[in-house]
């Protein structure tokens, strides 16, 4: 009768440790969920024996284990413990209860725990954004490419110094681009200023023939052409110098005023041509004479570029401002309309 009893009593006493045990768990979420799981595993697997209850109230020791221990500890533990997860965190020292929760917005729950339950947790605003992420490597931005400089335009190379006292060129557009090339001068500018020099008695479409005979060095001594046809007359007083062939003769009406030597299609003065002397060896070698086309055409690129002291870099076309200039210079003056009617030309054949 006693024995009953006893079992009773200690059904009634391991139901109440299970019910509350659960209830606890159940109501305590806040309790790190791997711990619980160990905890309700070592519960469930409990495997209890009564016949140990009644040889202990019996006070049957007979099969206590000093008198007959086991003989392999491993095969008879009564408690069969769950197996170990490596990937599971293992309980402290100081026991499941007093392990410190996890704040509760940071737990990994399934099911939100009832309204009347919930602790609230002094939480910062930026709380969860401050959470330390591990840097990563940003992706480095590609090279943006760079720009390709254009391509300087090639330097035509300068042609050699001429030699021979026929001068390159049979018509006057060669002899004009000739000069653009060595001089970095417009030939359109040079077709201008020509125009309105002597245009009426060299126009610009003349033929090879007689441009030949006036663009050799000499013409004048030999008595190749006519001095009042090549312009090799001075301008003031319209007589022909006397170191010509044909010397005396009278080609114009005089002028007057000082006679500064003028001659040849683009009416260069003997001061002029002798400031170019120095220059022009790079581009002639030997004597010049400004009764000679091509010499005449170099001479005055030479003494316009001086004048104008820093010309520009475009050798084929300039601004309306240095072709004003370069009238101005020449002529001493805009009087007359000179300085239109060369920069009216000069547009005309740019």
Request: aromatic share 8%; with cysteine.
């Amino acid at each position: 009768m006693l024995t009953h009893r006893l079992k009773i009593l200690t059904s009634m006493i391991i139901a109440l440790i299970l019910v509350q045990g659960y209830t606890f768990f159940s109501q305590n979420p806040a309790v790190i969920p791997t711990q619980a799981e160990n905890i309700k595993g070592l519960l469930s697997n409990l495997k209890f024996n009564p016949s140990s209850l009644t040889r202990l109230f019996t006070l049957n020791f007979a099969d206590s284990p000093l008198t007959n221990p086991p003989t392999s500890p491993v095969n008879n533990n009564p408690f069969n413990y769950p197996t170990s997860d490596p990937n599971r965190p293992t309980p402290g020292d100081t026991g499941l209860i007093n392990q410190t929760p996890t704040p509760y917005h940071l737990q990994p729950t399934t099911s939100s725990p009832p309204d009347d339950e919930l602790v609230d947790f002094p939480v910062e605003d930026n709380d969860i954004n401050n959470i330390p992420v591990a840097p990563t490597n940003p992706p480095k931005p590609t090279n943006k490419p760079k720009p390709t400089k254009p391509p300087k335009p090639t330097k035509v190379p300068t042609p050699p110094p001429i030699t021979t006292t026929q001068r390159p060129g049979s018509t006057l557009t060669e002899i004009f681009n000739d000069v653009q090339k060595r001089e970095c001068i417009p030939a359109a500018l040079l077709y201008a200023f020509q125009t309105q020099e002597t245009g009426p008695w060299w126009p610009i479409n003349t033929a090879s023939s007689k441009v030949k005979i006036y663009n050799k060095y000499g013409w004048w001594l030999d008595g190749t052409g006519n001095s009042c046809t090549g312009m090799g007359y001075h301008t003031a007083t319209g007589v022909v110098p006397s170191d010509a062939a044909d010397a005396g003769t009278v080609c114009q009406n005089a002028l007057g005023g000082y006679d500064q030597g003028i001659m040849g299609i683009l009416q260069i003065s003997q001061d002029e041509e002798n400031a170019a002397k120095k220059y022009i060896t790079s581009v002639i070698s030997g004597n010049i004479d400004r009764r000679v086309l091509f010499d005449n055409a170099v001479i005055f690129a030479i003494i316009t570029k001086n004048r104008l002291g820093d010309p520009p870099t475009n050798c084929s076309d300039w601004p309306d401002d240095a072709i004003r200039t370069a009238a101005e210079k020449h002529y001493g003056a805009c009087s007359d309309n000179y300085c239109e009617n060369i920069l009216k030309y000069y547009r005309e054949y740019r």
